[in-house]
Nanobody, 118 residues
Framework: QVFLVESGGGLVHAGGSLRVSCEAS????????MSWYRQSPGKERELVAT????????YATFASGRFSISRRNTADNTVDLQMNSLKPEDTAVYYC???????????WGQGTQVTVSS
C-alpha cells in the first residue's frame, strides 16, 4: 500500500501562482509514474500532467506552458506541480496519482482544493 498526501492548495487571484505537492509513503524515483489530475464540480476528473520514471513529462493542452510537474531533488518521495498564470477555470480539487510500472498497482491521494478568484 502506498499513501499519497497532497498539500499546498488554497485561494489565489487570477494570474497568480501556486504550488501543490504530493508526498508518497515510498520512494517514487524509479518505479512510479506520477500524475496530477483535477476535478471541478459537475465535471469528470481530468489529467493535468504526468512525470514518468525516466524524467519525461506530459501535459494536458490547458496546462502546457503554465504548469510544471517535477520530482523534488531533495526528496525521492515528493512530486510538485507548479501552476502559473492561474485562471478561474483552473479551480478544482487536484489529485495526486501514482502508478507502479512494475506491479501495475495504482494509488490516489485525497486531493487538495485550488480556488482561483477572478
Amino acid at each position: 500500500q502506498v499513501f499519497l498526501v497532497e498539500s499546498g492548495g488554497g485561494l489565489v487571484h487570477a494570474g497568480g501562482s501556486l504550488r501543490v505537492s504530493c508526498e508518497a509513503s515510498v520512494s517514487i524515483r524509479n518505479l512510479y509514474r506520477m500524475s496530477w489530475y483535477r476535478q471541478s464540480p459537475g465535471k469528470e476528473r481530468e489529467l493535468v500532467a504526468t512525470l514518468i520514471p525516466g524524467g519525461d513529462t506530459n501535459y494536458a493542452t490547458f496546462a502546457s506552458g503554465r504548469f510544471s510537474i517535477s520530482r523534488r531533488n531533495t526528496a525521492d518521495n515528493t512530486v510538485d506541480l507548479q501552476m502559473n498564470s492561474l485562471k478561474p477555470e483552473d479551480t478544482a480539487v487536484y489529485y495526486c496519482y501514482a502508478y507502479n510500472t512494475w506491479t501495475h498497482y495504482d494509488y490516489w491521494g485525497q486531493g487538495t482544493q485550488v480556488t482561483v478568484s477572478s
